[in-house]
């Protein structure tokens, strides 16, 4: 039976560039894996037609040969085998490497994603490590310089981080050749698996440093000096570079990471630059105003005024007295909202002159109690018609 024409297998036009024969490819590919057909030999066939044409047409030599001469082109040897498909070469895995995930992120769930770089010496980048700092407001307000204890693997002193016993060193993996990784053959298509010999590193070490036991690291507590800028806030994320996990074998070190917590403050609450504080105030000065001094976040205190028949709840703005905006010249604000507290535990003598004060009252004095009741008196008054 003749073979079919390799452009008519990928069900493209003989012009078709490298984009459309891949993109063909791995639409079909997807369609007629066995994975998916299983025990359909006829779809088995086909996967190996679509295989078979794509490994020619997408290499530019055997396609123009192709293109001139036909399937004779591949007939008694030179680009395929002897029978004269164009079967699967040394390379195929690697010609395949920019499917393969799409196939098998189909198959097996997405499991495709970034490698773990390694170099051929075996190096290996360090872990990042997280820590969790609790300042206070005033620290967050002024900035300060903390020391914080760190424990983390650091470079081995005695094999300076390369795992291997003084005076010896590292030889280059025999099972894999130094790459890192192997290849296996699996029906159609080559696969690539960390070598297990090295786990990756292209090198071993037979003779190790007995302080690290081959590692190149070893576990170190480390006092690091943290510079606290002043305005960060809740969950500011503050970065030293290299200063994380030493690197296997030399390799470069991972970054440490520091989470900051603003501890909660007893008289202050904040909101992003601005301070927010609740301030009791007697029900004299309320009705006959007067001066008040306030805290502020920087430990000092300031001076306001509170105007005659200041009702509770009232809010006052005092500029410029918040906590510093991170890396910026400006400053905050803080509110202070005042709240009138209820005389408790009078004496006769205070209750009688609070009842005389009652007695001289009118609408005048208490003018919201006094319309409150008035639209009282007109909703009954409704209800009742």
Do not use: W
Request: aromatic share 8%.
């Amino acid at each position: 039976m003749a073979k079919r024409d390799y452009y008519e297998v990928l069900g493209v036009a003989r012009e078709a560039d490298e984009k459309d024969l891949k993109s063909a490819f791995r639409k079909l590919a997807k369609e007629l894996h066995p994975d998916r057909n299983p025990g359909d030999a006829e779809a088995e066939k086909k996967f190996k037609e679509i295989n078979e044409a794509y490994e020619i047409l997408k290499d530019p030599q055997k396609r123009a040969a192709y293109n001139q001469f036909g399937h004779s082109a591949f007939n008694g040897g030179g680009y395929g085998n002897a029978s004269g498909g164009a079967g699967f070469d040394s390379d195929f895995g690697a010609s395949m490497s920019d499917i393969f995930d799409d196939l098998f992120g189909d198959f097996m769930g997405g499991a495709g994603g970034p490698r773990r770089q390694k170099s051929h010496s075996g190096q290996e980048r360090g872990s990042d490590l997280r820590y969790n700092l609790e300042i206070s407001l005033k620290d967050a307000y002024s900035g300060k310089t903390a020391e914080i204890t760190v424990p983390a693997s650091v470079a081995c002193e005695s094999c300076a981080g390369s795992g291997a016993k003084k005076g010896t060193s590292a030889s280059v993996c025999s099972s894999c050749a130094g790459l890192g990784k192997v290849r296996a053959s699996q029906g159609f298509f080559t696969i690539e698996r960390t070598c297990p010999a090295c786990h990756g590193r292209g090198e071993v070490i037979s003779d190790p440093c007995e302080d690290c036991n081959g590692n190149g690291r070893i576990m170190k507590e480390r006092v690091l000096s943290v510079n606290i800028p002043e305005g960060v806030e809740d969950g500011t994320r503050i970065r030293l570079a290299g200063e994380g996990e030493a690197g296997m074998r030399g390799g470069p070190s991972g970054d440490l990471y520091i989470f900051l917590t603003i501890s909660p403050h007893e008289i202050f609450s904040r909101d992003g630059a601005d301070i927010f504080c609740k301030v009791p105030i007697s029900m004299i000065s309320a009705a006959l105003g007067g001066h008040l001094e306030v805290p502020t976040v920087n430990g000092e205190r300031t001076r306001m005024k509170i105007p005659e028949g200041t009702s509770t709840g009232k809010q006052f703005r005092l500029k410029g007295k918040g906590m510093p905006v991170l890396r910026s010249k400006a400053q905050g604000d803080m509110y202070v909202q005042v709240e009138v507290e209820t005389p408790k535990n009078l004496s006769r003598r205070q209750k009688d002159l609070l009842k005389d004060f009652e007695k001289a009252s009118n609408d005048e004095t208490n003018p919201e109690s006094s319309g409150f009741f008035t639209k009282v008196k007109d909703f009954f008054d409704k209800s009742s018609d």
